[in-house]
């Protein structure tokens, strides 16, 4: 799958997003600015924003910058910054695989029900990782590959239908963190009897 195809996916996807995926993803969103440990005047890269349903939980002291792929994902977002009249939030139509930011240019990164979304994972990871200051955190929340065999299989036989309307099944989160040469820090569930999980490494 390409990238321009992940692009068309959530472009038709924008008008309904968050009625769909909203309160399903919530819980996870919720705890994103615990485990991040944001401070005054972080700067915090939420890549993959989509329609910016995190940016109301996130604290106001903090410099956003919020990046998608998808121009009406992210014509949403711009609407709810607009509403909620946020100055702190900035957002930009960039593919995460080529970032347009110099290294080391944020303290935080939240990749929220994204990474999945990706054909190239691994690049992104490395992407992400360059753009990250030493020491700064970066926050996955995400499904990955189950541990159990029989629901690998499944995930695994499931995985190309699903990436068809937008996400992956089948991503295995040591693999790819193995591969990228980040270390995970944190595992912690957060959804769908911890099917979904936050994953806090740290550059
Ligand atoms: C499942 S949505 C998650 C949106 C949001 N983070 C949330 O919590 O609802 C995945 C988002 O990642 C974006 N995306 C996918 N591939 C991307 C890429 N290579 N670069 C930037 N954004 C991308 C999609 O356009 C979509 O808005």
């Known amino acids: ?3 321009q195809y992940v692009e068309k996916v959530y472009n038709s996807y924008a008008w309904v997003y968050d009625l769909v995926f909203g309160k399903v993803f919530h819980n996870g969103r919720v705890l994103a600015p615990k485990l991040l440990h944001l401070f005054p005047g972080a700067r ?3 890549v993959g924003v ?3 349903m995190t ?3 996130l604290p106001r002291n903090i410099e956003i910058t919020g990046i998608d792929l998808s121009q009406k994902m992210l014509d949403q977002a711009q609407k ?3 509403k909620l009249k946020y100055t702190h939030v900035r957002l930009l139509k960039m593919d995460a695989t080529k970032l347009e930011f110099p290294d080391e240019s944020f303290d935080r990164v939240l990749a929220a029900y994204f990474i999945s979304t990706v054909p190239e994972p691994v690049k992104v990871v490395r992407e992400l990782m360059r753009v990250t200051k030493p020491g700064g955190y970066l926050l996955f929340l995400n499904h990955f590959h189950s541990e159990t065999p029989i629901k690998r299989y499944v995930e695994k036989i499931i995985s190309p239908v699903c990436y ?3 996400f992956k099944t089948d991503l ?5 963190m193995d591969k990228a040469g980040l270390e995970i820090e944190t595992i912690e ?5 911890g099917h979904w999980k936050a994953v806090r490494c740290r550059k």
């Open 189 to 193: 569930p957060i959804d769908f009897q």
């Open 172 to 176: 295995d989160l040591y693999d790819l």
């Open 50 to 52: 989509g329609t910016g």
């Open 55 to 57: 940016l109301p939980l």
């Open 164 to 166: 068809r309307i937008g």
């Open 44 to 46: 915090l890269l939420e």
């Open 80 to 82: 709810r910054i607009a």
């Open 1 to 3: 799958m390409s990238v």
